[in-house]
């Protein structure tokens, strides 16, 4: 049976980690509201980070609601994916989007990330 755990080692913790993957990106994968950033690690598997602004998603309850989305995402496909850190951010306002289309868009970018 596979583990679906989100450990703390999945995710990115530091400021210095987010500017190293910001910085020098392997790719960049677009959506219409959502953006990836990729980039190879040293790791053992694969890390994801969120950096989801007030400015484009005003309100906490929609900020954690994307948040939960990819988290939610990360855990079913993170067996699939190799050591990478990974770092999405919000293009424009996610507020008029439903959550098929919020997970649509989710998907759509992690099925790029595993070609």
């Known amino acids: 049976m596979t583990d679906f755990s989100f450990t703390k080692s999945q995710r990115l913790l530091t ?6 993957v910001f910085d020098a990106p392997d790719r960049k994968l677009h959506q219409a509201h959502l953006m990836a950033f990729v980039r190879q690690n040293d790791n053992l598997g694969p890390r994801i980070g969120m950096a989801i602004t007030k400015k484009k998603v ?7 609601k994307v948040k939960r989305h990819i988290r939610e995402r990360f ?3 993170s067996s ?4 990478m850190d ?9 507020n008029d989007l439903s959550n098929k289309e919020l997970d649509k868009q989710i998907n759509d970018i992690f ?3 595993k070609k």
């Open 15 to 20: 400021p210095t980690v987010f500017r190293h």
């Open 58 to 64: 005003p309100t906490a309850v929609n900020r954690n």
């Open 75 to 77: 855990r079913h496909v």
């Open 80 to 83: 699939e994916l190799k050591s």
């Open 86 to 94: 990974i770092v999405f951010i919000v293009k424009k306002s996610v």
């Open 111 to 113: 099925n790029k990330i």
